[in-house]
């Protein structure tokens, strides 16, 4: 069963905009983690962040966290055409030795 | 360094025909193994994932079956193909504890005919 649904399903916007993308889930939860996949490919290991945290940040990439509401962000700062790609949450279960479950993802189209 | 390799990377076949395909990691060992499947446009359906040699949990009643004869050799088959099996297969692996993350290979598009 899938627990995270992202918002919204698709996403176009220009270069050096900022794309934002949402994700809800359902039970508590130990991690939610982003991942990016190019059109064809596997998925990509974007961000981890845990429960006890609510913002982490690497390079262009911001994440929030806030388990009251079980919601997610995630921001993409002055975006490329490169940023191109479907972008899933996924969340681990305490006690889930590493399983995850993903989201049906959003897919971000970015226009130079 | 890890990696993780899945073959092949695309396969025509028709109903009835069986399958196999095959996922291997190299660089760690006892990992936690998994197949999904990813419909066009859509998420991740887990199939099946393994902690072990030989354990194989299935996630979905299907026409597919899993198998780890190996440390690092996860393999998905069937007997015989159904329309309905066709999609894009993503193997993935991680060290099995809270919060780790998943690793994937380029996956293998499967089109039955």
């Known amino acids: ?112 | 360094s890890q990696t993780i390799h899945q073959w092949p990377a695309t396969l025509v076949q028709p109903v009835g025909s069986p399958l196999s395909l095959e996922c291997t990691v190299e660089g760690t060992s006892n990992p936690n193994l998994y197949w999904y499947r990813q419909a066009a446009g859509r998420g991740l359906q887990l199939l099946f994932y393994s902690v072990g040699i030989g354990q194989i949990s299935s996630e979905v009643p299907q026409n597919l079956s899993a198998s780890r004869p190996q440390d690092r050799q996860f393999i998905l088959s069937s007997k015989k193909l159904l329309l309905s099996d066709s999609g894009f297969y993503l193997c993935a692996w991680n060290l099995g504890q809270d919060g780790q993350p998943q690793h994937f290979g380029d996956g293998t598009r499967l089109s039955i005919l």
Request: charged share 20%; net charge positive.
């Open chain 1, 1 to 112: 069963s899938q627990q995270g649904e992202e918002d919204p399903q698709a996403l176009s916007i220009q270069e050096g905009e900022n794309a934002t993308m949402n994700c809800s889930y359902k039970t508590s939860i130990n991690n939610l983690q982003w991942y990016r996949q190019n059109s064809g490919r596997g998925l990509v290991h974007l961000i981890l962040i845990r429960s006890n945290e609510r913002e982490k940040h690497s390079g262009r990439l911001r994440v929030t966290l806030d388990t009251s509401k079980k919601s997610s962000s995630l921001l993409i700062t002055a975006s490329r055409a490169a940023d191109t790609a479907s972008y899933f949450c996924a969340t681990a279960r305490w006690g889930s030795q590493g399983n995850l479950i993903f989201g049906k993802g959003t897919k971000l189209s970015v226009k130079p």
